[in-house]
């Protein structure tokens, strides 16, 4: 058996051969941090942490870097379109009128607490870009001098027709590159493609006044936005890294630029493997303010959900697929998730021997591309077994330092019952009008009653003796 990745670059799985023994350079391209991630971004970041615990599963040793984008990242980036371009802080700052460093302070701490509920760990190394001006200002130099870059009144740019192979990750034609890809003002009349873009804006023109300017050899200014991640990469992980890793939305601009500016710099090859996660949608509609989809994962805990029933609602599918979000689905997650701790939590507590067989066959399931949707096919096959409890239990907590749902912790996550008595008067009312609806055989009436209890973090169930209620399954249980 060996690990086989699939590779943007090539398009097919690859066997994995790492530049150093057991040991993994992995750069995740973290968030923007000028508003608090949506479940989409998160489900990227969960994506990232499954392939990193996979990999330290699989023995190796895997250093682990991440970043912060706090400055740079223009509007127009993703689509190309430079001439609509200004910094997201800076648009959050004057909005919320605070400065762009204590909205990205928020924003950070909210997406640490998220993941952290999530139960993602913690990079090895977390970079924020504001931190790393000055590598940033060296790349931009060795881009001039070795004559990658040219200088105009308004920024410094990257010439792309220079580069070796320019389109070679999305495998666009350079025609087909959107006109002003990348970072940089179209109206500037001294740029030479459109394509080409920047790694240094001046404090002058439209970024007049910019918020967040630094000094530099060439004038006052900040970096553009694909820079930072190829200086932040080369300074904790070297020139050549095995696997860069990011939502499929960077393909074409965002690391097209950084392979271009670090090869460029460096004179090697930036990266061997090169991962990309698909998208999230909800209700499948693409998530947006403007049709009111949003969805946080404080909305979801408001909801009464274990923030772990997310992290079992992303396993369920491959990191190279979508997934469709709806409250239904999460809802049997939740359900899957609570019948997997009962299921643990009835194997006792005696932790016996790993089982062979079973570690083979989950760890064949995360060599193919790290495919957790059937790794947690393994895992309801092993309940299923007729092996001894106590293999099972060493077998499944052995699987869980990839799944991740705490699963040594299964009896303190089953739901309690809670007696009616010592419910608020409010949930005691509705349980109360519940019963008369099913009394009356009012059943819609009944369905619409659960759903309120639900709504307060109660389940019920109806039994022989009646309702029982039980408390939902959250962070805190
Ligand atoms: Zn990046």
Known sequence: MALKIYNTLS???????????????????????????????????????????????????????????????????NIG???????????????????????ADVAIE??????????????TTRCRATDYIQEMVDMIQILLDKNFAYQTNLAIY???SKAKDYTRLSGQKMEEQIGGAGTGDTTDTEKRNPADFALWFFK????????????????????GWHIECSAMSKKHLGDTMDIHMGGKEHISIHHTNEIAQSESANGVNFVNYWVHNEHLVVDNKKMSKSIGNVVMLKDIKEKGFDPLALRYFF???????????????????????????????????????????????????IEDDFNTPQALAVVSELLKSDLPNENKLATILDFDKVLGLNLSKAKEKIPQEISIEELSPEIQNLIKE????????????????????????????????????????????
């Open 315 to 365: 396993l369920q599918a491959h990191y190279r697929s979508g997934q469709n979000f709806t409250w239904e689905a999460l809802d049997s997650a939740q359900k899957g998730l609570i019948n997997l701790y009962e299921q643990v939590a009835s194997l006792g507590n005696k932790v016996g021997e790993t089982n062979k067989e079973y570690k083979n066959k989950f760890t064949e399931k």
């Open 158 to 160: 990257f010439d792309v």
């Open 11 to 77: 398009k097919t799985k690859e066997e994995f051969k790492p530049l150093e023994d057991n040991k993994v350079r992995f750069y995740y391209c973290g968030p923007t941090v000028y508003k608090t991630q949506h479940i989409g971004g998160l489900r990227g970041n969960f994506n990232a942490d499954s392939i990193r615990r996979s990999l330290t599963y699989l023995n190796y040793k895997v250093n682990f870097v991440s970043n912060y984008t706090d400055v740079g990242h223009l509007t127009g980036d």
């Open 81 to 103: 379109d430079a001439d609509t371009g200004e910094d997201r802080m800076e648009i959050s700052a004057r909005l919320e009128m605070k400065t762009p460093k204590e909205i």
């Open 204 to 223: 002058k023109g439209k970024h007049e006044n910019a918020l967040q300017t630094w000094s530099s050899p060439w004038g006052e200014g900040f970096p």
């Open 434 to 477: 519940r019963q008369t609806a099913r009394d009356n055989k009012d059943y819609q009436k009944s369905d619409e009653l659960r759903a309120s209890i639900i709504d307060k973090g109660y389940e019920v169930k109806d039994t022989p003796e009646g309702q029982k209620v039980f408390k939902k399954l959250t962070a805190d249980s």
């Open 110 to 123: 909210d997406y640490e607490r998220d993941t952290k509920e999530l139960n993602l760990l913690f990079p």
